[in-house]
């Protein structure tokens, strides 16, 4: 018994070191993007780079146990997604943004900037409003997409961006029925 753990726990390891291995082969051969690809992935980073930012101003900001720990998730789930998303930009010479600065356009909108009860409303209207687009976008993208690692790339992306949509409307719910402190 002991053996047939130890052997499946190999397989497992020998499996998922075979799998890391193969997007970055694939993406080291990958064939420059065309138009659509491009916007969505240079889209999706400038959305991400967002997306942190404002969290962090949740981490600090926030009074709410539960605003803080959808912020501290998300930047803990969309960090590594930004790192995925930068090894297919680079794959595809697409340029990749590293900062928001120079596209102004996607800088946060912060309606927040009083801390307190309000900040928490504020902070989970934002996150619902940039879910549902980051919904949308990421089901275009893996639907009528051309490029199968970038369409790959939305789909595994689509149902972990539902999950927190979900979330987002349940603690927006549960802030704008609590009365402020």
Known sequence: ?????????????????????????????????GPVETTFVQEAALDGLAQLDICYDALAQSHRRDVRAFALDTANLRAPALKELEQLATAREITFPTTLVDFPAYLPDRPWDNEGASFDV?????????????????????????????????????????????????ILDRVERTPPY
């Open 1 to 33: 018994m002991f053996r047939r753990a130890l052997f499946a726990s190999v397989v497992t390891a020998l499996v998922a070191a075979a799998a890391l291995g193969r997007p970055q082969e694939a993406a080291t051969k990958a064939a420059p993007a």
């Open 122 to 170: 504020e902070f989970m209207r934002e996150q619902v409003r940039r879910h549902e687009q980051l919904v949308d976008a990421y089901a275009r993208e893996a639907v009528d997409g051309v490029d199968p690692e970038v369409r790959s790339y939305a789909w595994s992306n689509i149902l972990q961006l539902r999950q927190r949509l979900t979330r987002a409307r349940a």
